[in-house]
């Protein structure tokens, strides 16, 4: 019968025991590291100071929820040098007054020198070609939140922070080219951000793109709906041509802590685009149409038609330098295209497929 009564007399059990690390780096000082039991409802700030009781040589304050830790010597300067982990999750982006669970783990860091500790990088996509990026570059742990159209590894269980009242699993290509049309037209967002989700995942960095309104979503609409938010720095990625491609990836890598993979990742990129490069072309070249919409027909520009270029083909309709650019199908015919690429934005071949069946 006790046990039955067991989990409701820990459920109100009056302690919670954690463990706190202080880890003093370049003082040269041994690491402290103790086991507290707290007060159950504790926060941080109630677990520092119980480690303060019993070490005095140092101290942990906060201010403005910045914490610091004093004591150390006259030319520590406190509040930027020293950081905290929550069970390795780097702070102080998790909020001090996070109440403590039974078995937790804090951990002080300090980074020594003049320079601040580098916060562990904590990174939302709303872009899927950024998490295509973070992930081809090692950085997939640093993934804390993705779009509803980013693809994550198997077994990485990342939350979904971003949807859309766009259905193109079921809508026809024309419908939802209406529907976008009519809500730009009406200054609405096309994309819904989780707010309160993304300001828990508390990350350092917002990856979005400035190149379409309606293809992800737009900085306009993160700086909107996450304004007040000043630990996320929001990284815009809007390439152009496949060099500014290459410069997205060390940017990624520089703001996610791969600066030494994004940098072999892109001078790999860019050696296998100057092999193709130096291939003969063929003669005549081919006339290649890239159609990113079928319903209306939009024709690719910018860095799609000079990955035709680089191939050896002739894009028609939007080269290197132009964006991209709706046509109709007299446009089409008068180009003669010896090859018709499609590929459909945002949607996968066997979704493309369904719509030429249509």
């Known amino acids: 019968m006790l046990a039955l009564f067991a989990p409701f007399a820990l459920a109100f059990a009056q302690d919670v025991q954690v463990t706190l690390r202080v880890d003093f780096g370049a003082l040269q000082r041994a690491p402290i590291e103790k086991q507290v039991s707290l007060p159950r409802g504790s926060n941080v700030v109630d677990a520092t100071r119980k480690v303060a009781e019993v070490e005095q040589d140092w101290l942990c304050c906060s201010k403005d929820d ?3 830790i004093d004591g150390v010597g006259p030319d520590t300067r406190l509040d930027r040098y020293w950081m905290w982990k929550l069970d390795g999750r780097m702070g102080p982006n998790f909020p001090v007054k996070h109440v403590l669970s039974e078995g937790e783990r804090i951990e002080w860091v300090y980074s020594g020198g003049n320079q601040p500790v580098k916060l562990e990088a904590r990174a939302v996509s709303l872009l899927p070609a950024a998490t295509e990026i973070a992930v081809a570059i090692g950085a997939e742990r640093a993934l804390v939140g993705v779009s509803h159209l980013c693809r994550v590894p198997p077994g990485l269980d990342v939350p979904r922070v971003m949807s859309t009242t766009v259905d ?3 809508w026809s290509m024309g419908r939802i080219d209406t529907f976008l049309r009519e809500a730009v037209a009406r200054g609405e967002s096309l994309y819904q951000l989780d707010e309160e989700r993304i300001r828990a995942l508390a990350p350092t960095v917002i990856l979005s793109q400035g190149l379409c309104p309606v293809c992800a979503v737009t900085p306009g609409d993160v700086e909107k709906s996450l304004g007040k938010e000043k630990c996320a720095e929001l990284l815009v990625l809007s390439p152009r041509s496949l060099s500014d491609v290459a410069q997205n990836i060390r940017d990624v890598g520089q703001r996610l802590g791969r600066e030494s993979a994004a940098t072999i990742a892109a001078r790999e990129f860019e050696r296998r685009l100057e092999k193709l490069r130096a291939l003969p072309a063929p003669s005549p070249k081919p006339r290649v149409l890239v159609l990113e919409w079928f319903e209306p027909l939009w024709v690719s520009g910018e ?15 939007a080269g290197a330098k132009d964006p991209s650019r709706r046509v109709e199908w007299t446009d089409v015919v ?11 934005c945002s949607m996968s071949v066997a979704r493309a497929q369904r719509e030429l069946g249509a």
Do not use: K, T
Not at 303 to 317: D, I, K, N, R, S
Not at 334 to 344: R, S
């Open 334 to 344: 008068a180009a003669d295209p010896d090859v018709i690429v499609l590929a459909a």
């Open 66 to 68: 910045v914490w610091a």
């Open 303 to 317: 860095w799609v038609a000079e990955q035709v270029e680089v191939a050896g083909g002739l894009p028609l309709l």
């Open 168 to 170: 193109s699993d079921a």
